[in-house]
């Protein structure tokens, strides 16, 4: 495995972005790109930067070996499952909606309320 690829793999399993890991060494993303597509030389220093913000040894960056963890696990869902989901997501949003409505439902009868026991100002000109 590149070089590149094992900071890829990384960062991935840290969650950072290739917005974050450029700002985190001051480059801009498409120079960090290049990194990560191996198009660019790894100085040891940027290296060393890299193994610090990835919380691992320089060693572990530039040797042979490493332990790349799985980084978007993909465990296959049944059709029950993504059934299960899709249904929570629209409860959710039903319960927004319902809310909502209420709250302003509730404001507009208060409003017709206070208006039908207004009084006409009686004044003096």
Do not use: C, V
């Not at 985190?24 to 198009?39: H, Q």
């Not at 060693?59 to 993504?82: A, M």
């Amino acid at each position: 495995m590149e070089i590149g690829e094992k900071i890829r793999y990384a960062r991935l399993s840290k969650g950072y972005s290739q917005e974050n890991m450029a700002d985190f060494l001051g480059i801009s993303t498409s120079a960090y790109g290049d990194i990560e597509r191996n198009k660019t030389e790894l100085t040891l220093s940027r290296a060393k930067k890299l193994a610090n913000i990835l919380k691992m040894s320089i060693l572990e960056l530039l040797g042979e070996e490493i332990q790349t963890p799985e980084i978007l696990p993909n465990p296959q869902k049944t059709d029950l499952e993504l059934l299960k989901e899709e249904t929570e997501k629209l409860r959710a949003e039903t319960n927004y909606w319902r809310e909502k409505f209420e709250h302003q439902a509730t404001i507009e009868a208060f409003k017709m309320i206070q208006s039908q026991y207004q009084r006409d100002k009686i004044g003096f000109r």
